[in-house]
């Protein structure tokens, strides 16, 4: 993870955001969350299952996403979070803030 | 190794466990942490490594556990006030003698309790906003889960009285000897002691945050994992108390203890000292 304090900041803000791509794509596990967020940020962003956790929890809260128990049977059941129709117009309205504060930010930085 | 990851999760939750909510976390992490230290280990990882990359890969738990805890308690809570909602509110059992009642998941609010033997009497879930509980005996009685909001405990009798996970905002605790009296796990910022003494309380893992506690005597009090940060303890006695905590959010706050001109003994000196905790201007005995 980068050193700078600000850049992890902001990096975490965005974790809402970057669960409900994650989820946009194809349901997915806790653990499975973390990893391709590891995985696509090249190690730059290291998610913690802490923070995950509570993000989850609060887009279940906000009715973006839901959960329901898959069938595995290697270490368990697993929960597996879904986006709902709610959840998906929020990750385009949180995309397209973000390209708009991009735009802004790119003109005055 | 996967005892050890089970060992270690448990100790985090230790606190928390009964709410359903907290195990489900609990549940969802573990299988989490045994896939990553899996995964660590085919890697190449050796045991000891993929341990430590595995606990460091949790963050700070407590915060989501307690987001989590809390939120399911004040639900509790509710359901319950809920059910019984028209039972006995209001009723006078000033000066009764009720000593083994039971008044758990009881509609109570606004009851009148004062100068009552209440001695091993259990309220666990009830409703007990602005009850007068002044001059009761509640030796032994258990008051755990409930919402106490309000209350007033003048020159109550507290001897192993569980407050534990009770909303106590706003009660008052005055004049009292507390003696072994449980608050585990309760949010206690807005909580009121006045001329109370603490023997053997046990505040582990509550929120004491901003508390006054200037001049009280404390006597093998526990404040482990407790939220201290900015806590008045000018001019208090304290002796065998014990400031256990693994994070360094704690020892932080620890450091924020007005201890001015308080006196101690050498144990709790040394343990807070210990912790990078040097407190100016105390009396050490």
């Known amino acids: 993870m980068s050193s700078s304090k600000v850049t992890s900041d902001l990096l975490r803000g965005n974790t809402d955001t970057m669960i409900l791509r994650l989820l946009a794509e194809a349901d997915r596990y806790g653990y499975e969350i973390v990893k391709l967020i590891a995985e696509r940020s090249q190690g730059e962003y290291e998610l913690k299952e802490a923070t995950m956790y509570s993000s989850v929890r609060r887009l279940e809260a906000d009715g973006d996403i839901t959960w329901y128990w898959g069938d595995e049977t290697q270490g368990g059941r697993r929960k597996y979070f879904r986006i709902t129709e709610k959840g998906k117009a929020t990750y385009t309205r949180n995309k397209t803030n973000w390209e708009y504060a991009k735009r802004v930010l790119d003109t005055l930085l | ?285």
Do not use: H
């Not at chain 2, 230290?37 to 490594?49: N, P, Q, V």
């Not at chain 2, 990359?53 to 359901?79: K, N, P």
């Not at chain 2, 005996?137 to 996970?165: G, Q, Y």
């Open chain 2, 1 to 285: 190794m996967n005892d050890k990851i089970n060992e270690y999760v448990d100790g985090v939750f230790a606190a928390y466990e009964g709410t359903k909510s907290v195990s489900e976390l609990k549940a969802d992490l573990l299988a989490d942490l045994q896939e990553r230290y899996r995964d660590l280990r085919a890697e190449g990882k050796d045991e000891a490594t993929a341990f430590e990359m595995t606990v460091d890969s949790i963050g700070d738990i407590e915060e989501t556990v307690q987001e989590v805890s809390s939120l399911s308690r004040v639900l509790e809570r509710q359901v319950v006030t809920r059910f019984d909602s028209s039972a006995l509110e209001g009723t006078d059992f000033a000066g009764v003698s009720a000593r083994g009642g039971k008044f758990g998941t009881s509609a109570l609010r606004g009851s009148n309790f004062s100068n009552a033997d209440l001695t091993g009497s259990k309220f666990k879930s009830s409703d007990l906003t602005d009850t007068n509980f002044d001059g009761a005996n509640l030796t032994d009685a258990v008051l755990t889960t409930a919402e106490l909001k309000n209350s007033t405990f003048r020159r109550a009798r507290l001897v192993r009285t569980d407050f534990s996970t009770s909303g106590l905002d706003g009660v008052v605790f005055a004049d009292s000897a507390l003696v072994d009296v449980k608050f585990r796990t309760t949010e206690l910022r807005r909580t009121i002691f006045e001329r109370c003494t603490f023997t053997g309380v046990d505040f582990s893992i509550s929120d004491l945050r901003g508390l006054n506690f200037d001049g009280a005597s404390f006597t093998g009090v526990k404040f482990d994992r407790a939220g201290l940060e900015g806590v008045s303890m000018r001019g208090a006695t304290l002796r065998d108390c014990s400031f256990r905590g693994w994070s360094r959010k704690y020892y932080k706050a620890l450091r924020t203890v007005n201890f001015e001109g308080a006196r101690m003994d050498k144990l709790t000196f040394a343990a807070l000292k210990g912790f990078g905790v040097e407190p100016a201007n105390v009396i050490v005995e």
